[in-house]
């Protein structure tokens, strides 16, 4: 460990606060129709596409037409991105397909539609081996953007269900997309992506380069248009990366600064719209006691991954190296990390990328040491609510607070309250449904690829083992039902001999158990979360008493910080135990 | 119902036109204009022929002859190569063929792992064999035992084009290099102060050395091949 290390952790934290209070003024203004600075340029481009997509904005739609125009628009989605993967060779003519690659299988191109429509953006898939640039940017990219969008709205229809005084609308789907894209995602991608190319990333259209290599072995450079893609991966918190190596090759990631400027690109919109929650609930305090309650476990999750990398594994001291710090050298655990990133950037990157749903990686997370690989684990045990994915995080960690709302009700013997609204038994059914389907989708899942011949046919022999593979599997499952998509990724769902998809195959087992995963565990929170949000909107507000239980002060944190905590300790520390935590308490090798 | 079908297709096709034409489009042009050097991957020629990029890293290795045959041996498809003593080495690449920038992918080596630990003690070996001269002896003043080589230099890397080495990977090899080019070591070490990045805004990542360029500045001293 040294002194710049905890200091990148203690200065990411402070800038990502400070960054994320006038971001979340700015979320604010957009989802309650105030001006802001930028409108002269989007009011005209706005009203043309609702023109286009004949929607009246100003309809308020109840949860179930909310839900309906949501999932329509969602399937159609889906329909459009798998024929585009199906059909890769067919847009050859637009010239973006230099290497000539082949349409991908169908079993692989069920689980990579699956995965960038529920915002996972699990690849089963090498990008630069598999895909062309226009598979890249007309089918990957655009549902990079528009798995965002469906998670913020739902998120903001959530905040209006439980704020809302206006009867059942939650707002209009069509409305809160476009503004999403035009006035959110858009011009943040513009500026990032420039930055990322300004430090190195590439955007090109070129064929792969042929280098003669210094000492003339020769060597082929992938190209491609990168750097857009690479800026809404990292601010939807999709994860996908342009490359197989994702965030660690130079060209997505090029160096240190850019390093810490992704993760800030990360975590803003989570962050800030935590904040924009206690903006459009009229009590800030609100926003600031659940941004504690995440700020609390994330640095818990960030320096426990740092102490355990910075220590080194057993297969390193085995081997005899020594792995303090010395003079010029980072020590510590760097197998499967890259050297400008070093212990403490791989460490934080992991962390930013596991307690959201983004799942790009800047490191091989399955050579991190037992607990270090234990910390991306228990963020996905916690179900993404410690800041999560753009808008899913905050919608699920809404539920829990209407849990913990609940819990400390009964503790004080009153009827819980939520901001004025009763939370009354069909809420709670809803809350505990939205809440378990994602744990469970993941446990029956790792149950049954581990039990299955098929299943374990994914795993990589050559190099995991006994907890290792276990490890490998359990995390698939639970990346992708959490719709993270980082992967311990010697776990495969494609054979490939040679580039370009010829020849090669799913494995379909696989590729269809992990599709089915992500897009159960995605729509069906959703649902529930939309469910209580309707809910919750047509009932009356009642003012506080001196009874009312405070949801704004350290007290709520503590008890909300044990709920998620509990939540997830009881529903997968078995399943933990078998995995990482032996990795973590041996020093045996096997 | 119907009114929802229809605006979903609208909205999925102006969206795919908005957002993966338009605006990758507008993108590649601003950096194309602005940045253009690093939006077609920092290229490097030497002798007008293009020798890789500047953030990518290759390997630095020679084709191994067989003996008998007088051709290169393959393994897979692939040369075999052995490392070249005049020039810096990179990190260990889990590609295949080792820096493959066409195919990048994790090693995936697990923490408690006989192979991680086969695999790294293999590195440390090389590592140390590379730093000894034809006649057994070491470049590095009292010779390298396992506990002194980096971690950098024993562990895989994770894009396995990890274009940089630690300071002091670099160090270490600046006296094979000094020796076998007759090089004096200082002027190594001044070469190596000049190609160390630091770390981002002073705080971020590790300081690292661009092996590329440090091993292009030195056949500009010295002559190449």
């Known amino acids: 460990m040294t002194v710049t290390g905890w200091l990148t952790i203690c200065l990411f934290v402070a800038l990502l606060t400070l960054f994320a209070l006038p971001v979340s003024r700015y979320l604010a203004a957009v989802y309650t129709g105030e001006r802001t600075f930028v409108d002269p340029l989007f009011r005209g481009p706005e009203q043309f596409l609702y023109r286009l997509l004949r929607v009246d904005p100003e309809h308020g739609q109840d949860w179930k037409q909310y839900a309906r125009s949501l999932i329509i628009f969602s399937l159609a989605g889906w329909l459009v991105l798998y024929l585009l993967l199906r059909t890769q060779t067919l847009w050859d003519f637009t010239g973006l397909n230099p290497m000539h690659y082949h349409s991908g299988t169908w079993d692989v191109s069920f689980n990579t539609a699956s995965s960038f429509l529920t915002n996972t953006n699990w690849q089963y898939y090498g990008g630069e081996t598999t895909m062309s640039y226009f598979t890249q940017m007309a089918g990957l990219t655009v549902q990079n953007f528009l798995s965002a969008g469906v998670g913020i709205v739902v998120a903001i229809a959530l905040i209006r269900g439980i704020v809302g005084r206006s009867g059942k609308s939650l707002g209009n789907f069509w409305q809160d997309m476009v503004r999403t894209i035009l006035w959110v995602l858009t011009p943040m991608s513009m500026v990032i992506a420039v930055v990322l190319v300004w430090q190195g990333s590439i955007q090109n259209f070129s064929h792969y380069l042929t280098a003669d290599g210094l000492t003339g072995l020769g060597q082929q450079i992938a190209m491609g248009p990168v750097a857009s893609q690479e800026a809404i991966k990292l601010l939807g918190t999709n994860g996908g990366g342009f490359f197989n190596a994702n965030s660690a090759h130079p060209f997505e990631n090029p160096t240190a600064f850019t390093n810490f400027f992704e993760m800030l690109v990360v975590l803003i919109i989570p962050a800030a719209l935590v904040f924009t929650y206690g903006r459009m609930a009229g009590n800030r305090r609100q926003g600031y006691a659940i941004f504690a309650t995440m700020m609390v476990m994330f640095l818990g999750a960030a320096s426990v991954a740092y102490v355990a990398e910075a220590h080194g594994s057993p297969a390193q001291h085995a081997a005899g190296l020594n792995t303090h710090v010395i003079d010029g050298s980072s020590g510590g655990n760097l197998e499967g990390k890259e050297q400008r990133f070093g212990i403490a950037g791989s460490a934080l990157f992991d962390t930013v990328t596991t307690v959201t749903s983004c799942g790009a990686v800047n490191s091989a997370i399955e050579s991190y040491t037992g607990i270090g690989g234990a910390v991306p684990f228990a963020n996905l045990s916690a179900s993404e609510v410690i800041f999560g994915g753009v808008g899913t995080g905050l919608y699920s960690i809404l539920l829990y607070v209407l849990l913990a709302v609940f819990l400390g009700g009964l503790m004080v013997g009153r009827t819980p309250e939520y901001l004025g609204k009763k939370i009354e038994a069909r809420e709670i059914k809803l809350v505990s449904l939205g809440i378990l389907i994602t744990p469970l989708t993941a446990l029956f899942a790792t149950a049954l690829a581990t039990a299955s011949k098929a299943g374990r046919a994914s795993i990589d022999t050559a190099i995991a083992h006994g907890p290792q593979a276990f490890s490998e599997t359990f995390y698939a499952y639970l990346s992708q039902a959490n719709n993270n998509g980082s992967a311990f990724a010697g776990y495969t769902g494609y054979i490939q001999p040679n580039a370009g998809n010829l020849g090669a195959h799913g494995i379909t087992f696989a590729d269809l158990l992990g599709g089915f995963d992500m897009l159960f565990a995605r729509y069906a929170p959703i649902l529930f979360a939309l469910a209580v949000a309707g809910s919750l909107a047509g009932k009356r507000v009642s003012p506080a008493g001196l009874g009312t239980m405070r949801t704004d002060n350290p007290t709520f944190v503590v008890l909300l910080i044990g709920v998620i905590v509990l939540i997830g300790a009881l529903t997968f520390f078995p399943a933990l135990l078998l995995g990482p935590i032996v990795q973590g308490l041996t020093g045996h090798l096997y | ?225």
């Open chain 2, 1 to 225: 119902m119907k009114r929802d079908v229809i605006t979903s297709v609208i909205g999925i096709i102006v969206f795919t036109l908005f957002c993966g034409i338009v605006y990758p489009l507008f993108i590649t042009g601003v950096s194309q204009v602005a940045f253009a050097g690093n939006a077609n991957g920092q290229k490097i020629y030497a002798n007008g022929k293009l020798v890789g990029s500047k953030i990518i890293g290759q390997e630095f290795a020679d084709p191994v002859i067989n003996k008998k045959t007088g051709k290169v041996e393959m393994s897979d498809g692939n040369p075999v190569t052995t490392p070249d003593p005049r020039y810096f080495q990179t990190r260990p690449s889990g590609t295949t063929p080792p820096d493959n920038a066409a195919g990048t992918e994790f090693a995936n080596y697990g923490p408690n792992s006989i192979v991680t630990e086969a695999a790294i003690a293999a590195n440390i070996q090389a590592y140390i064999a590379l730093d000894k001269a034809r006649n057994g002896t070491p470049y590095y003043p009292g010779g390298l035992t396992p506990g002194k080589v980096p971690v950098d230099a024993a562990d895989t890397s994770a894009s396995g084009i990890d274009p940089d080495i630690s300071v002091r990977n670099a160090d270490i090899q600046a006296y094979r290099i000094a020796a076998v080019r007759h090089l004096p070591l200082s002027t190594v070490d001044k070469l190596i102060s000049q190609y160390t990045a630091g770390r981002g805004l002073g705080f971020s990542g590790e300081p690292g050395v661009d092996v590329l360029e440090i091993n292009l500045a030195l056949n500009r001293l010295t002559g190449g091949s």
